[in-house]
């Protein structure tokens, strides 16, 4: 595949600032998980900076341990228009590693209560020796719509 990001949009009948919210909730993040693999939030704090590291307990059935946890390091906070982290780990001294793809909301307002989601996965700074062990991108074709799905059911209470 020569392509190295993947993405899905979907418009959502809520306001840009109400999307961006629940977005920048790590606390949402388990529910609006496409895969099933965000378990719960580890630090509970707003994103609200970039750099910020805001951790998450993760499950994956193929994971050596089952059990893990990311830490995400925030790259873009541009309230309500994107937001996006890079994903990776903490090694035991408490030094942050990070495999290079990145996770980006993309939010473009259609009116006041109407917005239009973009949501990239994108894997193109992934190092040849991290390519070697792991496909990308790691899930179905399906997962950033239903993704989309619970971030529209969420932002809009239902």
């Known amino acids: 595949m020569d392509q190295e990001n993947v993405s899905a949009t979907l418009t959502v009948a809520v306001p840009a600032a109400r999307v961006f919210a629940v977005l920048a909730d790590p606390t949402t993040h388990s529910v609006i998980d496409g ?45 309500p228009r994107a937001i996006g982290w890079l994903p990776g780990q903490e090694n035991g001294d408490g030094h942050l590693e990070f495999g290079g793809w990145i996770w980006r909301y993309d939010l473009a307002p259609l009116g006041p209560s109407e917005t239009e989601v973009t949501l990239t996965y994108d894997w193109s700074a992934v190092p040849q020796a991290i390519r070697e062990h792991f496909q990308f991108p790691p899930f179905g074709p399906d997962h950033l719509t239903n993704s989309l799905r619970h971030l529209a059911e969420l932002a809009s209470g239902r």
């Open 35 to 79: 895969t099933g693999w965000v378990r719960e939030a580890v630090d509970r704090a707003p994103l609200s900076e970039v750099g910020q590291v805001f951790r998450m307990d993760m499950y994956h059935p193929n994971h050596p341990d089952g059990d893990y946890r990311m830490a995400n390091k925030v790259q873009v906070l541009d309230a």
